[in-house]
């Protein structure tokens, strides 16, 4: 059973343009969630996280939203760059159990 | 580059056989994590250590197992290979329970 659902599962953006990825969840206990970058032939490696006292975070390019209410969070890639075409996953975890819950994916496709 | 070490990188095997995969962790990282990486399944948890101790189980078929070693590395044992055990293997750690997962390489495992 899918705990974080992810949408869409691909994505082409032109360079300069805003990538947007969302992600849903169910459990509420789920306190941590983060998104992961993935290469091909690479790890995921951490880009941004978020803990639910807040409604944004931001770094960089990077955005994260935050929807307690609504349970979903998503995404936010401005000024989106050749470089960052890769795949992204939503991810929660809830403490005490520090599994990572993974969405299915984005393959991010960034245009020049 | 994560600092997490996973050998070997590519594992070819047939079915039936066991194979062992084998993580290091970041320096001063006490928590290793597995996960499994599929086409179809995406990015699942497999199991969890801290300190040596088994901390949290996922989606762990029974002829896995793994373990942590007094030096905080650890080995993921495949027994009775089957043709669906073909994936990505990922070691993730921590410096402690609730801390950023970092990400190794992977180990691709092809079973024929």
């Known amino acids: 059973q899918q705990q974080v659902k992810q949408s869409p599962q691909s994505l082409i953006v032109q360079k300069g343009g805003i990538s947007i990825i969302n992600c849903a969840y169910e459990?509420?206990?789920?306190?941590?969630f983060p998104w992961y970058q993935q290469f091909p032939g690479k790890g995921p490696a951490l880009l941004i996280a978020?803990?639910?006292?807040?409604s944004e975070k931001k770094e960089g390019r990077f955005t994260i939203s935050f929807n307690k209410s609504a349970k979903q969070f998503s995404l936010h890639i401005m000024d989106s760059q050749p470089g960052d075409s890769a795949t992204y996953f939503c991810a929660a975890s809830a403490p005490t159990r520090y599994a990572l819950n993974f969405g299915k994916g984005t393959s991010l496709l960034v245009t020049p | 580059d994560s600092g997490v070490t996973q050998t070997p990188k590519h594992l070819i095997t047939a079915t039936g056989q066991r194979v062992t995969l084998r993580c290091s962790p970041r320096s001063g990282d006490l928590s290793v994590y597995w996960y499994q990486q599929s086409l179809d399944q995406g990015l699942q948890f497999l199991i969890q250590y801290y300190n040596g101790e088994e901390r949290a189980k996922g989606n762990i078929l029974e002829r896995f197992s793994a373990q942590q070693f007094p030096d905080l590395h650890s080995e993921l044992n495949l027994s009775s290979l089957e043709l669906g055990d073909s994936a990505l293997y990922f070691c993730?750690?921590?410096?402690?329970?609730?801390?950023?997962?970092?990400f190794g390489p992977g180990t691709r495992l092809t079973v024929l």
């Open positions: 993730a750690s921590s410096t402690s329970l609730a801390d950023t997962q970092y």
């Open positions: 459990n509420t206990a789920f306190d941590y």
């Open positions: 978020i803990r639910p006292d807040v």
